[in-house]
């Protein structure tokens, strides 16, 4: 197997170092009204990852701070009633230019989401909005990406076109490295009319070829064994720089990414980092079920990524 267990560091800390080397980025943190999203969001401050603007009802963030002993005295807080004035007042501050970032604090995703992807006053680009989970498996030499697991149900071929854009742009410019090994998953690694993904999966590749997928090399359909696993692609006789060892993992549908993603962060003891992208900025999308070390780590991967589109933003002459 392309694998190796005794990495040390972990992939996730030479992120979150990563991202302690370049200056904190202005963080709009929506509704932290409970330990976890708000000990995530002070921690990754502390660690000079962040610079957070806390949203939401002023009281109940500064009790819930007092109660669990965390110190908030340097952050800003913007008062709102409840959690869809606090995405609403979010998006706002992104609007305006006071962050550089959105972080999901105790409300739920739908109701940040909606916020987001607002036709009005919502944070939408001409790209599909998508989620990627960065994951750290401690049995696999990569830091695997798995896409789309949490915001497109169905998506089409042009929505795929998107989702797999956003993971290379996001691979490319967090550091990961260049030109990521992107494999388009099926249940077979063979084109088949019975299995529509199979079909998807090729179109995709030769949408590669004709430069409207660029900055990845893919290959596809294949199935996850012969995607990850270097002598299950010779067994099946499959010849490709990306079998065996890829980095982007691109799902069928979000019913098979979820899936695929809990059982690597449960059979395999995987941390998952959550971002979405194809937004105005970056969205650090994080669960209730996250560890600390894989909430700093999606502060840090959203960090980098806004780092470095902040480096190559184009500057308008005077």
């Keep these: 197997m392309s694998a190796d267990a005794t990495q040390t560091p972990s992939k996730y800390d030479r992120l979150i170092a990563a991202a302690r080397a370049v200056p904190p980025t202005p963080t709009v943190v929506v509704h932290p009204c409970d330990e976890t999203s708000l000990r995530g969001a002070v921690e990754s401050a502390q660690a000079g990852i962040i610079r957070p603007i806390l949203v939401g009802p002023e009281k109940k963030i500064r009790e819930t701070a007092a109660k669990h002993g965390l110190d908030i005295a340097p952050f800003e807080i913007v008062d709102a009633a ?91 410019q967090a550091g990961f490295g260049t030109s990521p090994r992107v494999a388009i998953l099926s249940a077979v690694e063979t084109v088949t009319s019975k299995i529509p993904s199979t079909i998807e999966a090729a179109a995709l590749c030769k949408m590669a070829d004709r430069g409207q997928i660029t900055g990845g090399l ?23 720089e990306v079998a065996g060892r890829a980095q982007i993992l691109v799902v069928p549908n979000l019913e098979a990414g979820n899936m695929l993603a809990k059982n690597l962060a449960y059979f395999a003891k995987a941390d998952g980092a959550g971002i979405v992208l194809g937004a105005r900025v970056p969205v650090v999308l994080t669960s209730r079920a996250d560890s600390a070390r894989a909430r700093m780590a999606s502060c840090a991967v959203a960090a980098l990524y806004a780092h470095a589109r902040r480096q190559h933003a184009p500057t308008i002459a005077a």
């Design 82 to 172: 409840h959690s869809d004035e606090s995405a609403a007042r979010g998006v706002e501050l992104i609007h305006v230019g006071k962050g550089e970032l959105l972080m999901k604090g105790s409300l739920h995703t739908d109701e940040l989401m909606r916020a987001v992807t607002a036709k009005v006053g919502g944070l939408r680009t001409d790209r599909r909005i998508s989620h990627v989970f960065v994951m750290d498996v401690p049995a696999y030499a990569e830091t695997i990406f798995v896409t789309d697991a949490a915001i497109n149900i169905f998506p089409d071929l042009d929505a795929k076109r998107d989702i797999i854009q956003n993971a290379i742009d996001l691979y490319n």
């Design 218 to 240: 893919l290959d596809g359909p294949l199935a996850f064994d012969n995607a990850i696993d270097m002598e299950a692609a010779r067994i099946k006789g499959i010849k490709s």
